[in-house]
């Protein structure tokens, strides 16, 4: 069995896995019958139970696993002045540019950056030429030092790079709009560079409250879900009686209508959030910051997707509430990208909540016996970004020995939609009813299909395809011997199992239990 190179281009890749997602029921297009809506997806019979143990496993990590971590659910819907208080209403804004000729919209940010990111392409194809000639005496620090190609394309890159950061900070879309013009980054569509100034379009979705629309305010849709625990602090902090430093988690839905939405479900206008923000003392931030990162890393290496396919990336450029950011990638076949943004955000929010409000936000510290605004350590990870993560990397091509390919999910099995298929190897004599019978022993604690049509092959190819762990055959034998054949998804092994022995087989490795025993 081989297993095919997973390198695939971004397009390739998005191709691949949407088809694979509509056709297995993982992820649909919104309101496809009417063309669909553009960066909006829904989640079908198979996508659900994923994402909902992907939402299981931090919820539970983050409040089960910590007595100082407790978890609310708070409205979509909130004051407006909450987000002028938060500082979203006047910041909260993405560089947009238009191309006059395909009248295409880009972040002009996105096109300095992904320009950035094939100069890089090109040094690190020279690298591996380099590697290639001078094999096991090959220097790479030498080589970067020496070749001049990749010191004319380094010295590029440092020049971009450089103005690109100076523009960030000075927050100057003209030169963003020179940097692009300099550098000929032409549109993708048309292919020239006639491009318009560069303006702020501002992330938020409005809609209005009120009964009629004269009388009504405008109101937002939330664009993260960490303001509702910030209103939600003095609430959480005085009924619960918690002491500082505390937590409070949240998972719910979030809003932004983003400028580029050309990437399937890691940039969506709605998606959804699991935030955490942890109140401490000022002064103590940097020490939680760290500890959060080690934390977060280890919740994800966690899942056994290779330590080896997550990296942190400092911000450069901090947020407008941040002292210090960082964001966790992870290698998207089509390269390291954000998946985890881990913040501190000082006393920025529950201080501007304070005096946008005029109530006292403060904690009083009875050992210490002072008053102060905590500070906040937040960490942020989108669900559907996460499920991307997942599902780009468990989709897996194996050509067998048998000369046929597979298409397998290996999805981390604690979080795979079904944990186990029953089925009898033919639909007489007596086996559908045994099989029913060992649905009946698993479905208290397991997902689980029943299948009957088709061959065994065929069914076994169905569950790989959406990443069941465990296929359990009930076949003639087992009438005499009350064993069944189990299949393991990723080896393809087959073991004859006691019917009474295979919840405990099937939970040892489906367990999140034991998934989460090793945080
Ligand atoms: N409260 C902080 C905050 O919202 P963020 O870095 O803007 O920080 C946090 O977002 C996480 O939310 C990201 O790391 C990403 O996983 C997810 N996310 C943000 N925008 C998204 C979008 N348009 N579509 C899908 N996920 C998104």
Known sequence: MTKEPKHMTQDELF??????????GFIFPSSEIYDGLAAVYDYGQMGVQLKQNIKTYWWEAMTRLHE????????IFMHPRIWEASGHVGAFNDPLIDNKDSKKRYRADVLIEDFLGKIEEKINKEVAKGRKRFGDSFDEAQFRATNPNVLREQAKWDEVHNRYVAA????????????IIDNNIVCPISGTCNWTDVRQFNLMFQTSMGSTAEGANIIYLRPETAQGIFVNYLNVQKTGRMKIPF????????????IVARQFIFRMREFEQMEMQFFIKPGTELDWFAK???ARMKWHVNLGMGAENYRFHDHEKLAHYANAATDIE???????KELEGIHSRTNFDLGNHQKFSGKKIEYFDPEENVSYTPYVIETSIGVDRMCLAVMAHSYT?????????RVVMKIPAPLAPIKVAVMP???????????QKVVDELKYDFSYQYDEKDSIGKRYRRQDAIGTPFCVTVDHDTLVDGCVTVRDRDTMTQERVKIEDLRAMIDKKVSLTNLLRNL
Do not use: M, T
Not at 425 to 435: F, Q, R, S, W, Y
């Open 68 to 75: 100082n971590i407790v978890g609310i659910d708070s409205a």
């Open 247 to 258: 937590g409070i988690a949240q998972i719910g839905k979030a809003f932004r209508n983003e």
């Open 292 to 294: 959060w990162k080690e």
């Open 330 to 336: 992870f290698n998207f076949p089509f390269g390291f």
């Open 168 to 179: 960030e900070k000075a927050n100057d879309l003209a030169e963003y709009r020179q940097i």
């Open 425 to 435: 190897l033919v639909k007489k004599d007596g086996l559908p009813e045994v099989a």
């Open 397 to 405: 091509v194996e050509k067998l020995e048998n000369g046929e390919e």
């Open 15 to 24: 191709k691949v896995l949407v088809a694979h997602c509509k056709e297995y």
